[in-house]
């Protein structure tokens, strides 16, 4: 069960990290255009993904569904951070989309995934 999660998890952010997806909507909202701008500060190639804020989404779904079932949050965000570095982003990168994706859209796990 914990394989398919992750594999289904790789999935969906490896689709938001390529160019196959939903167009940006015309007029972004101010949390999705800070959030487009952390991740260019990060030295993230955005131009091939055209709808950025949906991968900062995406982690934070996978921390939510993840943090359901297991009381430990050390192996969710582990596997999180995994997720994201095996969809083509080194390590460091992996650890602050993770970051500015739970900054931007699910501040409630900021105690989770350090600052």
């Keep these: 069960m914990i394989r398919y999660r992750r594999a289904v998890a790789a ?5 938001g990290l390529t160019a ?6 015309a007029a972004a909202q101010p949390d999705d255009q800070r959030f487009a701008d952390a991740v260019k500060a ?23 569904s993840g943090l359901a079932g ?6 969710v965000v582990r596997g999180v ?14 650890t602050g989309l993770m970051r500015v994706s739970v900054a931007a859209y699910c501040p409630q796990y900021a105690r989770l995934v350090g600052r």
């Design 20 to 25: 196959f997806g939903a167009a940006a909507p």
């Design 11 to 15: 999935a969906m952010v490896a689709a």
């Design 81 to 94: 951070r995994s997720t994201v570095q095996n969809s083509g982003l080194d390590r460091d990168k992996a």
């Design 70 to 75: 297991n009381p430990n949050p050390v192996p």
């Design 42 to 64: 990060l030295g993230i190639d955005t131009s091939r993904i055209p709808d950025v804020p949906a991968v900062g989404k995406q982690v934070c779904d996978l921390l939510t």
